[in-house]
């Protein structure tokens, strides 16, 4: 299935793009079943898989709407103190400081694979994930979303979506009807959902070959999901201003989710809304002699753009090669 924001039939973007951006997608609303969960609006073609019984619902239904209040108050508050240039040099004590407490916070979730998705996936540039999802790297609930799917081994077509995109956001209205993150579209199944908790339920009792979700993940967004995005600023929350165009073809990254350094470039590819393939290589991931041939060593985080044949595996290049290959002025 083409991806969403590929999509043939994509009317013209309401805001015109900046001097050498492509101009926003926007993909034909696919028919939806509405149903009400957890206080919020699910959308579903196929019906997700109920919860378990026992699963903590009301519990983690609560904590989502109060970490989203949190939120609301908190994000606007990021933008001011976080604000910034993001493709300047950077402190690196700070940098590493911040991310790595950002990671001690999220301790034990989206470090090591608990349970094989029994994706027979071979990660190369050609391959296309079926998952997609819509999200953006400061976000709490996007944050669960991938620790799942390092959990499961899964890898998924991330469209990175800051304040301030303008393509990616346009997709999720038209997919959706409204702007909230994560978003999640399984084209293997034709299930589309919003709400992380949700999300994270389907991907284990479609992929998780009977595991659950490890202990305290659905709950924790509420304890420590908001730490990385209050001590990272900001970071990978708003669009840069001097993104420039998109590549034909998709950038791949190999990460785990609570890799201090990973954490980096995903909010580089996240401030400049570049679509990405985001192979999760947790420990104990099926995928990590493939990272070994690619990279030459199984480290994280491993950049390989085939748009211009760039690899690399030091943040630090990765960064200043991010923000000067895909700035306006390139
Ligand atoms: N209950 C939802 C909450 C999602 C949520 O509040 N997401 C925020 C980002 S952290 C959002 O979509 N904000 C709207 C925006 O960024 O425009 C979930 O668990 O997925």
């Not at 590929?6 to 050498?20: T, V």
């Not at 993150?181 to 949700?198: I, K, Q, R």
């Not at 493939?290 to 390989?304: D, F, M, N």
Request: charged content about 20%.
């Amino acid at each position: 299935m083409l991806p969403l924001a590929h999509h043939p039939h994509l009317r013209p973007a309401s805001r015109p793009p900046p001097p050498g951006r492509s101009p926003p997608a926007r993909a034909a609303r696919p028919r939806l079943l509405r149903r009400r969960s957890s206080g919020a609006l699910t959308l579903t073609r196929a019906q997700p898989p109920r919860a378990e019984a026992g699963e903590t619902e009301t519990s983690a239904a609560a904590a989502t709407s109060s970490s989203s209040s949190v939120l609301s108050f908190l994000c606007p508050l990021l933008k001011f103190f976080g604000g910034g240039d993001p493709s300047q040099k950077r402190n690196d004590i700070v940098e590493v400081a911040t991310s790595s407490l950002s990671s001690l916070a999220r301790l034990p979730w989206g470090s090591s694979v608990a349970a094989s998705s029994g994706e027979n996936v071979s990660p190369t540039t050609t391959t296309a994930p079926a998952l997609q999802l819509y999200e953006f790297e400061a976000c709490p609930f996007c944050r669960r979303v991938r620790e799942a799917m390092t959990e499961l081994d899964l890898s998924a077509e991330v469209y990175p979506c800051p304040k301030g995109s303008l393509r990616h956001r346009d997709v999720v209205r038209n997919i959706g009807g409204k702007e909230q993150f994560p978003l999640l579209v399984d084209a293997s199944t034709g299930v589309t959902m919003y709400e992380s908790g949700d999300i994270v339920k389907y991907l284990f009792k479609q992929y998780g070959q009977g595991k659950s979700p490890s202990f305290g993940l659905l709950e924790s967004t509420i304890f420590t999901g908001w730490v990385p995005t209050l001590l990272r600023a900001g970071r990978g929350m708003t669009m840069w201003s001097k993104a420039g165009a998109v590549p034909a073809e998709k950038l791949e990254l190999f990460s785990v989710e609570n890799n201090t350094y990973a954490r980096f470039v995903r909010e580089a590819l996240c401030e400049l809304e570049l679509p990405y393939v985001l192979q999760n290589v947790g420990e104990g991931s099926s995928k990590m002699d493939s990272l070994l041939s690619i990279a030459g060593a199984k480290q994280v985080p491993y950049l390989v753009d085939p748009n211009t044949g760039f690899q690399s595996g030091d943040h630090k290049k990765i960064l200043s090669y991010l923000f000067q290959q895909y700035s306006i002025s390139s």
